[in-house]
């Protein structure tokens, strides 16, 4: 399955809105996940099931839908959320990411 | 929670590595394992993947039947032993835990650099 997120990049300042997309090239219902990776880190796992927070993820993140469109939004940008935020489709094997969007300070 | 993983190095082309990771804070054999890799300035690539006790592994077209991914419950650690290394398995191994006994990864280990170079 594959996994194509959108933009690529996006530039936003600090207290904007933004929503990032990922589309899968068939169904996956709900198993979706969302994860944060900021330079020379780990990733950082934000959202599962499409919608449900991670435990101790601040509810400025929100993820929403099902099927093949999905979306992650984060309100109210402050700096340390600028990062790089990958989709990834968990409902079958090979387990696929995808390509990365990187959320800049404008 | 902490998974820390090691063995990672420089290796020639046509070599092989072991990579562990050791997991502590956590009834390690409760959980699924997976590796995943990010190469050099590029995106996340899932590995390879093991059910909690061992029962099931599945594994990425680009590594299967080079990659063997296996686990010692016993010592609380995952392995990825790697052979017939490539210049393009050169990338950051991270290991991560699932949530529970499924698929759904909830936390990742800090990861271990492997440099495939002559």
């Known amino acids: 399955i594959q996994m194509t997120q959108s933009p690529s990049s996006l530039s936003a300042s600090v207290g904007d809105r933004v929503t990032i997309t990922c589309r899968a090239s068939q169904g996956i219902s709900n198993f979706l996940a969302w994860f944060q990776q900021k330079p020379g880190k780990a990733p950082k796992s934000l959202i599962y099931s499409a919608s449900t927070l991670q435990s101790g993820v601040p509810s400025k993140f929100s993820g929403s839908g099902s099927g093949t469109d999905f979306t992650l939004t984060i309100s109210s940008l402050q700096p340390e959320d600028f990062a790089t935020y990958y989709c990834q489709q968990y409902y079958t094997y090979p387990i696929t990411f995808g390509q990365g969007t990187r959320l800049e300070i404008k | 929670v902490q998974l820390v993983e090691s063995g990672g190095g420089v290796v020639q082309p046509g070599g092989s590595l072991r990579l562990s990771c050791e997991g502590s804070?956590?009834?390690?054999?409760?959980?699924?394992m997976h590796w995943v890799r990010q190469a050099p300035g590029k995106g996340l690539e899932w590995v390879a993947f093991?059910?909690?006790?061992?029962?099931?592994?599945y594994y990425a077209d680009s590594v299967k039947g080079r990659f063997t991914i296996s686990r010692d419950n016993s010592k609380n650690t995952l392995y990825l032993q790697m052979h017939s290394l490539r210049a393009e398995d050169t990338a950051e191994y991270y290991c991560?835990?699932?949530?529970?006994?499924?698929?759904?990864?909830?936390?990742w280990g800090q990861g271990t650099l492997v440099t495939v170079s002559s």
């Open positions: 991560a835990k699932t949530y529970g006994s499924g698929s759904r990864i909830d936390f």
């Open positions: 093991i059910r909690y006790d061992g029962s099931d592994k």
């Open positions: 804070g956590l009834t390690f054999s409760s959980y699924g």
